[in-house]
C-alpha cells in the first residue's frame, strides 16, 4: 500500500528523516503523497533560514489543497532541493528521492518513529 | 449524514477517493489523479457521476410565465428540445443559483439546479410560482452522468443510433435508448469541452455507467471525480456557485450578461439589477506571474490599496499552469492591469487576463 523504507525516521505528521552524519535531509512520506495527490507547487524555504521542530516550514499544493509540511527537527536550512520548484511531480513519483530540504546545525528533535511504528501509525490514521 | 447516489458502490468499486459534497458522498478523484483525469476530458474522455444534480419539472399553462417570474433570462419562442442557461435571482439582485432549462413542450420545461442549493432553490420557486403552474422535485428518481470529452460523440454512435445524439450544443434528445434504458441525452456539460450530460432513472444507474464505461475503453475513457470537475470548469472560465455567485453577488458582477435580460418586463430582481446600474466590482481572470498558486477568497491589492479578491484557483492541468478567477473593481479590470495576491501572507504577482483561459478548437 504505503512504501515506507526501513532505514528512514518518521515524524507523525508524515516526514521522512535521514541523518546523513549531521546534515539531516528532509522529505514527505509515500502516504503523504498519496493522500494529497498531484502536487504541483512547492514552496521552500531559503537557505540559512531556521526551522524549528513541529513547526511548519514549507508547503505543497496539489491541484484541489494546500498542506503544510511540518519540520521533524530544530535547525539551520543548509540546502534547499531547488529541482523542486520546477518539477514539484517528483515528489509524487519518487518521494523518498525527492527530499525536500537539508538541515544543519540540528539542536532538537520531534518524536520520531522507525518504519514499523510509523506504518502503524498510518494504518490508524486511515481508519 | 450524508447521501449516496446510486452510483455510490460503483464509485468505491472503481478505486474513488469518496469525499463528502453537496450533502453526499462523491469520488473527489479516482487512481490516476486528478491530472490525468483533466487530461482524457480534454484529449479523449471521461465520465462523472452527476446524479447529485437537482431536476425540478415545471408543468402547466402557466409554466413558461412562472418560469419569466424567477429567472433573468428569456424563454420565449425557445424551440422543443432546446436547451437555455440562467441565473435565478433573490430580490435584491444576488443570485439565488445558477441552472439550465429544456424544454420538453409548451408547458412542460425541466430545471436543472445545483445540487448543494437544491432545496433552497425549490423552496423559493415554491413560493413564488404562477397559479397554474405546478413544480416537482424529481432529484431523488434521477440520476445523471455526464460523457465529456472529444471522443464522447463515436463512444454513443457504438451504442445508440445517429439520430438519438443530440447534434446542436444545448440542445436535448428526451427519450434514447441506451442497451434498452430510457435515457435523456442533452449537449451540454461543466468542462468546456463537447459531450452530453445523459439522464435516466436511478433504477438504471449502474448499469448505464457499466455500459458506457465498456464503451469508452477502447476510446481511452476514463472515471473522473469531482477535483477533475473543478478544474475542468475552472480552465473553460465556467463560474462555479459559491465561488463566482452568490446571494451577494449579481449576476452582472459575475459577467453572466448574456443569461441576464433586464428588457424582459419583469423578473424577481430586475428593478434591483436596474438600480444598480453598472457594476462596481466584476469577475475577471487572473494569470499568475509571481509564483505560487492562488486560490479562492485571497485578497487582492495595487500597491497597499485593496481592490478584490479571488473567488476560484488552481493549477489547471491542460495550461499547466496556475490561474484564477476574481471580483475587483471595475477600473482595475482592464486586461493586463497588474495586482498582487496575498496567498496566506506571502504577496503573489498576478495579471488581469480574459476569464476563459481555454477554448476548444474544433
Excluded at chain 1, 21 to 46: H, K, R, S, W, Y
Excluded at chain 2, 301 to 318: E, F, L, M, N, Q
Amino acid at each position: 500500500m504505503y512504501n515506507i523504507p526501513e532505514e528512514l525516521k518518521y515524524a507523525k505528521s508524515h516526514e521522512w528523516v535521514k541523518d546523513e552524519g549531521g546534515l539531516f535531509v528532509v522529505g514527505l512520506t509515500d502516504f503523504a503523497q498519496q493522500e494529497l495527490g498531484d502536487i504541483v507547487f512547492v514552496n521552500l524555504p531559503a537557505e540559512g533560514d531556521e526551522v524549528v521542530a513541529g513547526e511548519t516550514f514549507a508547503d505543497v499544493e496539489s491541484v484541489k489543497a494546500v498542506a503544510d509540511v511540518f519540520s521533524p527537527v530544530t535547525g539551520v536550512v543548509a540546502e534547499i532541493n531547488e529541482e523542486l520548484l520546477d518539477n514539484p511531480a517528483l515528489v509524487n513519483e519518487a518521494p523518498y528521492d525527492a527530499w525536500l530540504i537539508k538541515v544543519s546545525d540540528v539542536t532538537d528533535t520531534e518524536e520520531l518513529l522507525d518504519a514499523a511504528a510509523y506504518e502503524a501509525h498510518c494504518a490508524a490514521e486511515k481508519e | 449524514m450524508e447521501k449516496k447516489t446510486p452510483l455510490y458502490e460503483v464509485h468505491v468499486e472503481e478505486g474513488g477517493k469518496i469525499v463528502p459534497f453537496a450533502g453526499y458522498l462523491l469520488p473527489v478523484q479516482y487512481g490516476s489523479g486528478v491530472i490525468a483525469e483533466h487530461m482524457a476530458v480534454r484529449e479523449k474522455c471521461g465520465m462523472f457521476d452527476v446524479s447529485h444534480m437537482g431536476e425540478i419539472l415545471f408543468t402547466g399553462p402557466t409554466a413558461l410565465d412562472s418560469l419569466h417570474h424567477l429567472m433573468t433570462n428569456d424563454f420565449t419562442g425557445m424551440p422543443i428540445g432546446k436547451v437555455r442557461y440562467s441565473v435565478m435571482c433573490n430580490e435584491h439582485g444576488g443570485c439565488v443559483d445558477d441552472l439550465i432549462v429544456y424544454k420538453f413542450g409548451e408547458e412542460e420545461y425541466l430545471v436543472v439546479v445545483n445540487a448543494s442549493n437544491r432545496d433552497k432553490d425549490y423552496a423559493h420557486m415554491l413560493r413564488n410560482l404562477l397559479p397554474g403552474t405546478v413544480a416537482q422535485d424529481l432529484s431523488d428518481d434521477v440520476a445523471e452522468i455526464a460523457l465529456q470529452g472529444p471522443k464522447a460523440p463515436e463512444i454513443l454512435r457504438t451504442l445508440i443510433p445517429e439520430e438519438q445524439i443530440p447534434k446542436g450544443y444545448y440542445t436535448a434528445v428526451r427519450h434514447a435508448s441506451i442497451d434498452g434504458m430510457d435515457c435523456m441525452i442533452s449537449r451540454t456539460g461543466y468542462t468546456g469541452e463537447l459531450g452530453y450530460e445523459i439522464f435516466t432513472d436511478n433504477a438504471n444507474a449502474v448499469r448505464l455507467w457499466k455500459v458506457l464505461r465498456q464503451a469508452g475503453e477502447p476510446f481511452g475513457l476514463i472515471p473522473c471525480g469531482l477535483g477533475a470537475r473543478d478544474t475542468l470548469r475552472l480552465e473553460a472560465g465556467m463560474p462555479l456557485y459559491g465561488h463566482e455567485m452568490d446571494e451577494d453577488i449579481s449576476p452582472l458582477e459575475a459577467s453572466l450578461d448574456f443569461g441576464v435580460k433586464l428588457d424582459k418586463p419583469e423578473f424577481i430582481g430586475r428593478d434591483a439589477l436596474i438600480a444598480m446600474g453598472e457594476p462596481k466590482r466584476i469577475r475577471v481572470g487572473l494569470e499568475v506571474t509571481g509564483r505560487g498558486i492562488i486560490r479562492e477568497h485571497q485578497d487582492l491589492y495595487v500597491g497597499d490599496r485593496k481592490i478584490g479578491a479571488s473567488t476560484s484557483g488552481t493549477h489547471c492541468p491542460y495550461l499547466g499552469r496556475p490561474v484564477a478567477m476574481a471580483l475587483v473593481e471595475r477600473e482595475f479590470a482592464a486586461p493586463g492591469t497588474e495586482l498582487e495576491a496575498d496567498v496566506r501572507g506571502r504577496r503573489v504577482a498576478c495579471k488581469v487576463v480574459p476569464y476563459v483561459f481555454y477554448k476548444r478548437t474544433k
